[in-house]
């Protein structure tokens, strides 16, 4: 038999295989709350080790494509309880990606109130999907003010603790392809001249302040970042 087969484990939780499922954003989530199709795509691939599940916004300013979950509202913690159990009676491991959009965003795509935010006001090139209007080009984002910065952290850290609450059996930050974490990291898109901009040091800052701030609410070994350092997508 296949070493993949056979059992291993991550920190404290025994995996009943070496196969982990990568984060795929599969926008089925009406309304940003996640419902039964989506419990039940995560139970057909539950014979995995682990899954990380699609990309999910701590808050309305996160969810900048159309119909991606959220993990901000008791509604979306009542939703992803159903794909939680559903995995867990199948054997594998569960972890919650936790995906701010920042400026990978549209206005049509988001709910009524949310803004578009990045570290600085630099629109990605390109285009995206809306449901509302088709393709449409990325908007120059509002920069993000110190208030915003600390609000953002609190809603990671609330996005997590409702991860748990969830039963999730934990969370990767998404730090990789181009959404807010990275674009604080990356210095095409964070132009500031604050603590959060220039040296590298200043850049990775906000990053590891969230890193940080979610560990001392969930502990270390239910924390997960996703890097992408040679990555070019958005
Ligand atoms: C449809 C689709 C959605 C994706 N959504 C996410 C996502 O939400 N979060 C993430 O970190 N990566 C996402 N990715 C990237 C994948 O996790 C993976 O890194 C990528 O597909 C490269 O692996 P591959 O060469 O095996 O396809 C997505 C990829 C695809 C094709």
Redesign the pocket.
Known sequence: MSILYTSTTLGPLVLQNRMVM????RSRATGNIPNALMADYYAQRGTAGLIIT??ASPSPNGLGYARIPGIFSQAQVEGWKATTEAVHKKGAKIFL?I?HSGRISHPLNMPAGARVIAPSAVAASGEMYTDAGGMKPFPVPEAMTLEDIKSTVAEYVQGAKNAVAAGFDGIEL?G??GYLLEQFIRPNSNLRTDNYGGSIENRARFVLEVVNAVIAAIGREKVGI?LSPFGVFQ
């Open positions: 990568a984060p795929m954003t699609e990309g990606q995906m998404h990789a392809n996703r």
